[in-house]
């Protein structure tokens, strides 16, 4: 560990947090902000590359009573796992620690919330808004003047296009596309591939090209 740079604690060890140590921390072409104190999960991560190079800490309560005041991350795609998480750690005395990848674009005027993860390959545009706990995943593009709301998550390779309003817990797939000025309510979920041309209300999934409603009997 780099002791000129502040240590954090990378809460989950599942498909995407190991994709955040790869893209962060052990394949980053510069130094990254933080050092990598270890992760938190409930078992010990079987990926070799995981067990050679970060520490495994213990479970989330083990975690909890040892390493109260120290930053986190939450590496874990789910928004309601991801705010539950959050809650439970905030409580613990945990504070909250904010992933950027270097080799991401976020414009001057875009404001990043505390807990983001914007992963690589990322454009933030002019004045694009990230609430707390989003997580924008690879390949991703989000136009100017976008709002997302806390605990979203944007999956590889959405597009956002000017001025889409995007509620808390929120869910955008893999290549999907949001048509400008389009608002997705809280806890909406977007397939992957699916284009939105249309408002979508809160707790709704839309799939399709133009999407529409999901009602899970599809075929």
């Not at 938190?40 to 109260?68: K, R």
């Not at 959050?86 to 945990?94: F, I, T």
């Not at 397939?191 to 133009?210: F, L």
Request: aromatic share 6%.
């Amino acid at each position: 560990m780099h002791s000129d740079r502040p240590a954090i604690i990378l809460v989950g060890m599942g498909s995407f947090a190991r994709e955040v140590v790869g893209s962060f921390f052990q394949d980053s072409q510069t130094d990254p902000p933080f050092a990598l104190l270890g992760y938190a999960a409930p078992d010990l991560c079987e990926d070799p590359s995981i067990q050679q190079t970060v520490q495994w800490l213990g479970t989330d309560q083990a975690v909890h009573e040892s390493f109260a005041g120290s930053l986190f991350s939450v590496a874990i795609s789910d928004p309601h796992s991801r705010l539950r998480l959050v809650q439970e750690y905030v409580s613990a005395g945990l504070r909250p620690g904010t992933l950027t990848h270097d080799a991401s674009y976020v414009a001057r005027s875009s404001m990043i919330s505390a807990g983001c993860v914007i992963a690589r390959d990322v454009r933030l545009m002019n004045s694009v808004s990230l609430g707390e706990w989003t997580h924008v995943d690879r390949g991703s593009d989000i136009g100017h003047d976008c709002k997302l709301g806390a605990f979203v998550t944007v999956h590889p390779r959405a597009t956002l296009s000017g001025g889409v309003k995007v509620g808390d817990l929120s869910t955008i797939g893999t290549g999907a596309v949001v048509l400008p000025g389009v608002a997705l309510g809280q806890g909406a979920v977007v397939g992957a591939g699916s284009v939105v041309t249309r408002d979508v209300p809160e707790y709704m999934t839309v799939v399709g090209n133009p999407a529409r409603p999901f009602d899970g009997h599809r075929t």
